[in-house]
Structures are given as structure tokens and as C-alpha cells.
């Protein structure tokens, strides 16, 4: 049986699940709720905004020979810290909310490092979205939301 196999980092963007990060610290922004931030707030993260997500999906189709039987990452390059991540989104949304440390979670993944490259080799897929576009979309899609 034909297979190719897609694995994705940590996405972000419209439909993002509201246990992540982003769409938590997002709504306590928005509702101006302190942003409660997990241990140092130094782990990272590779944030994929969900638009190229739907093109790296997409990308074996038109390279069928060279994506089957092969097994890809499809990430950004860019880290961003939860510390980060908790300022851009309370500056972005214009909040008064204070960024709260709250003891860090057991078992949390403090660094995320996708190496994407075989996709961008093989298929010619790269991640194109930079954080802060993909941030300011994000929040566009977060304010029709009912919190």
C-alpha cells in the first residue's frame, strides 16, 4: 500500500486547539485576566500558522513520486518562547493584563526543534508565515470567537 506520513510541529492560526499556549494566553489577554505563564517561560516552540500547515499537507500530492514511502516534518524554523509569546499577544491586543509564572507543568517539553528540511528538499514546501503575521491573523480569527 502506497504511504507517505506528515508529522506537524506545535500549529497555531484559526481552529487552533484551546488547550495551546497561544489561544490561552490570547483569551486571558482579551479578557484581560492575568496571562499565566509556565515556569521560566523560557521553553520554545516551533509555531506553525495553520495556512502553511494546509500547503505542506497538500505538497506530496503534487510531488507523488518523490513522497511516497517517505515520512515528513512539516514546521516552521522560527522558535518562539512562551515568554514571548505571552508579550507579543498582550502588546498585539493592547491588554493590561499582568503576565503571571505559575509553577511549570510535569513532563513539559522545554525545547521543540523540527528539522523541516526534507520537506523543503523533496517537495518544496517551506513554512512562509513569520510569527507576527500568522499573530496578527490569529487574533483577527480570536475576536470573532465568543470567550
Known amino acids: 500500500m502506497p504511504w507517505t506520513i506528515l508529522r506537524y510541529a506545535t500549529i497555531y492560526g484559526e481552529g487552533m486547539r484551546e488547550a495551546l499556549g497561544a489561544f490561552v494566553f490570547f483569551k486571558q489577554a482579551m479578557l484581560r485576566l492575568p496571562i499565566t505563564v509556565h515556569g521560566d517561560g523560557k521553553q520554545e516552540r516551533t509555531l ?7 500547503e505542506g499537507t497538500v ?3 503534487s510531488n507523488k513520486e518523490k513522497a511516497l514511502g517517505q515520512i515528513f516534518n512539516l514546521s516552521t524554523t522560527e522558535r ?3 515568554i514571548k509569546m505571552a508579550e507579543d499577544i498582550k502588546s498585539l491586543t493592547n491588554s493590561s493584563s499582568e503576565i503571571l509564572f505559575i509553577p511549570q507543568r510535569k513532563n513539559q517539553t522545554i525545547f521543540e526543534d523540527v528539522d523541516a528540511s526534507k520537506a523543503e528538499n523533496l517537495l518544496g514546501w517551506k513554512a512562509k508565515t513569520p510569527w507576527n503575521d500568522g499573530l496578527k491573523k490569529t487574533y483577527e480569527w480570536m475576536k470573532t470567537l465568543t470567550l
Open 80 to 82: 518562539i518562547s512562551a
Open 48 to 54: 506553525t500558522f495553520v495556512d502553511d500547515l494546509v
Open 59 to 61: 505538497a506530496p500530492l
